[in-house]
């Protein structure tokens, strides 16, 4: 009877073991993978080196900054729409993309296309009351 209750507690152990380490390793795994993520938010490249090639996109009226990635990503400008969402919310250019026809370059990043898509229009009247003073 003892020599089965070793058994016993040894085969629990071993089971609470493997449980822990299979845990230590999810939890290592995602470690990994939320410190890619995160050092991609601020350090990712341009799809393609200088000088790439120009891609005509448009973006609806209403897009939000998840729809535009989307677009991004099947228009083969960025590698990740969910990468595009979280560097769009941390960015200057939160809130400021605008609907249009764009032309983007797979050389650049998704800073530089945030840029372009957030430029504002300014009425064409009033830059020429400008020019006059």
Avoid: C
Avoid at 33 to 47: C, K, Q
Avoid at 124 to 130: K, N
Wanted: aromatic fraction near 10%; proline fraction near 4%; avoid cysteine.
């Amino acid at each position: 009877m003892k020599v089965r209750n070793l058994f016993v507690n040894i085969a629990a152990m071993l089971v609470r073991i493997f449980i822990v380490l299979v845990l230590v390793s999810f939890i290592y795994r995602l470690g990994f993978i939320a410190h890619d993520f995160g050092y991609r938010v601020f350090a990712e490249g341009p799809v393609s080196e200088e000088p790439g090639r120009d891609i005509d996109v448009t973006i609806p009226m209403g897009s939000s900054a998840m729809d535009i990635g989307e677009i991004l990503e099947n228009a083969g400008l960025i590698k990740d729409k969910k990468l595009f969402f979280v560097q769009e919310r941390l960015s200057e250019y939160h809130g400021k993309l605008s609907p249009g026809h764009y032309v983007l370059n797979t050389s650049q990043t998704a800073r530089d296309m945030m840029a372009v898509m957030a430029e504002d229009d300014e009425d064409p009247t009033e830059e020429e009351e400008e020019d006059r003073d």
